[in-house]
């Protein structure tokens, strides 16, 4: 069974963002994304129904992947992911309370920051990782600036029109791991094209 500790992230920490996910696809997706080697499924809660597909995930996968939302703005929503059985809490905003009540369910923090001040507040909330978001705007120079200043030790995942070919100018630049939209799973697409796209990350992130 995958403990819900960041530790479970850190032998291949890419997270699949699924935005638009709906229940009755939602284990289909997940198996492929999982048989292509991805460990972590974030569904977004201005996704269709998520808190189903989270349920029907976190059922299926189950000691395969970590499952948890995205998109968690306040305390209610993430008392109303860990119900349903999320294992991870993920945000576009830095949310003290959100922090504060994540750890205090059990569950991983990842909420996003774009500043320094953003960072530090996370970190001293109890953040487990850091979403930097939105990547594109940083750019791995942003990023590079920023963990100047953090921890050593402080993970941060860059969200946002991260592909397979910028994968190593941000690694380069300190990225930890990833959080990967569009590029992985659009609505409409099929396992099987889902499947092919998180594979291609995991062959440009094992170096292939």
Avoid: H
């Avoid at 970190?123 to 100047?148: C, I, N, Q, S, T």
Wanted: proline share 8%.
């Amino acid at each position: 069974m995958i403990p819900v500790s960041i530790e479970s992230l850190d032998a291949l920490p890419l997270i699949a963002i699924l935005r638009g996910l709906k229940p009755e696809e939602a284990v289909e997706i997940g198996e492929a994304i999982v048989a292509a080697g991805f460990r972590c499924l974030e569904v977004p809660l201005n996704s269709p129904e998520p808190l189903e597909s989270i349920r029907r995930l976190r059922q299926a996968l189950d000691g395969r992947a970590l499952v948890g939302a995205g998109t968690v703005l306040n305390v209610a929503a993430a008392r109303e992911v860990a119900e349903a059985g999320g294992q991870l809490i993920i945000s576009p905003n830095t949310n003290v309370e959100v922090i504060a009540e994540t750890k205090t369910l059990s569950l991983l923090s990842l909420p996003g920051f774009f500043t320094p001040s953003e960072a530090f507040a996370a970190l001293d909330a109890g953040a487990d990782a850091l979403k930097l978001f939105p990547a594109e705007v940083a750019g791995p120079k942003g990023l590079k600036a920023v963990r100047a200043v953090l921890p050593a030790e402080t993970r941060i995942y860059p969200v946002g029109g991260v592909d397979p070919d910028s994968m190593s100018a941000w690694r380069s630049a300190g990225a930890s791991g990833f959080g990967i939209g569009s590029a992985v799973f659009k609505p409409g697409q099929t396992p099987e094209q889902v499947g092919l796209q998180a594979a291609d990350f995991l062959a440009r992130w094992n170096g292939s």
